[in-house]
């Protein structure tokens, strides 16, 4: 197992910024790439960006190219998700995952967190 625990979830307000961190507190020598994902009451698990561990990579979903970031700190073992222009339907469990592809596809990660609220509302 690859425990990793999110932080950061909050309550903000429309055109508001968050910073979501995902920290792996296990071995993570099988693990290329660390996704974000996130999921509101009734709809699907949504890819929103994902990184490569060795490389830097990036990748992110439509909705959120332009005001979300995604960065590593390999020697915290964390990823961060700076979400900025916040939107209410930015609204989900936000969950990170690690997976051996950089990839928007929830189904190809092997290790979950529990998730972290983001409720953006007036």
């Known amino acids: 197992q690859v425990p990793l625990v999110e932080s950061g979830g909050d309550l903000v307000q429309p055109g508001g910024s968050l910073r979501l961190s995902c920290e792996a507190s296990?071995?993570?020598?099988?693990?290329?790439?660390i996704g974000w994902f996130r999921q509101a009451p009734g709809k699907e698990r949504e890819g929103v960006s994902c990184i490569s561990i060795d490389d830097g990579a990036t990748a992110y979903g439509d909705s959120v190219r332009g005001r979300f970031t995604i960065s590593r700190d390999n020697a915290k073992n964390t990823v961060y998700l700076q979400m900025n222009r916040l939107k209410p339907e930015d609204t989900a469990v936000y969950y990170c995952?690690?997976?051996?592809?950089?990839?928007?596809?929830?189904?190809?990660?092997?290790?979950w967190g529990q998730g972290t609220q983001v409720t953006v509302s007036s």
């Open positions: 995952a690690a997976g051996g592809l950089l990839t928007e596809v929830p189904g190809l990660y092997h290790y």
């Open positions: 296990g071995f993570i020598g099988n693990i290329y790439a």
